[in-house]
C-alpha cells in the first residue's frame, strides 16, 4: 500500500508564491519519476513539471521561469515552488510518483489533490 498526501494549496494573490509539498509512504521500495499535475475546471488534467529520480526537471511551456520542482529522495517527498502566480494557475494540483513495491512493477501513484486558487 502506497499514499501520496499532498500539502500546501490555498488562495493566494496574483503575484503570490505557494510552496507544495507530496509526501510518499508505505511499502516503498524505490521511487523512480515524481511530477505534478493539474487539473482546472473544464478542462483535462495536464502535466505541470516532472523530476527523475536523478533530478531531471522538465516543465510545461505555461509554468517555466515561475514554478521549481524539486525532490528530497530520502523522505520521499517531491516540491513544487510556484512563484509569480497567475489567475490561470487556478486548478487542483495532483502528485504522481511512479513506486516500486517488492514484488510488483513500477506503477502510477496519484495524490487525492489540493486546491490552488490565485484571485484578489
Known amino acids: 500500500q502506497v499514499q501520496l498526501v499532498e500539502s500546501g494549496g490555498g488562495l493566494v494573490q496574483p503575484g503570490g508564491s505557494l510552496r507544495l509539498s507530496c509526501a510518499a509512504s508505505g511499502s516503498i521500495f524505490s521511487i523512480n519519476g515524481m511530477g505534478w499535475y493539474r487539473q482546472a475546471p473544464g478542462k483535462q488534467r495536464e502535466l505541470v513539471a516532472a523530476?527523475?529520480?536523478?533530478?531531471?526537471?522538465n516543465y510545461a511551456d505555461s509554468v517555466k521561469g515561475r514554478f521549481t520542482i524539486s525532490r528530497d529522495n530520502a523522505k520521499n517527498t517531491v516540491y513544487l515552488q510556484m512563484n509569480s502566480l497567475k489567475p490561470e494557475d487556478t486548478a487542483v494540483y495532483y502528485c504522481?510518483?511512479?513506486?516500486?513495491?517488492?514484488?510488483?512493477?513500477?506503477?502510477?501513484?496519484w495524490g487525492k489533490g489540493t486546491l490552488v486558487t490565485v484571485s484578489s
Open positions: 504522481n510518483a511512479v513506486v516500486t513495491v517488492i514484488g510488483f512493477p513500477p506503477m502510477d501513484h
Open positions: 523530476i527523475t529520480s536523478g533530478g531531471r526537471r
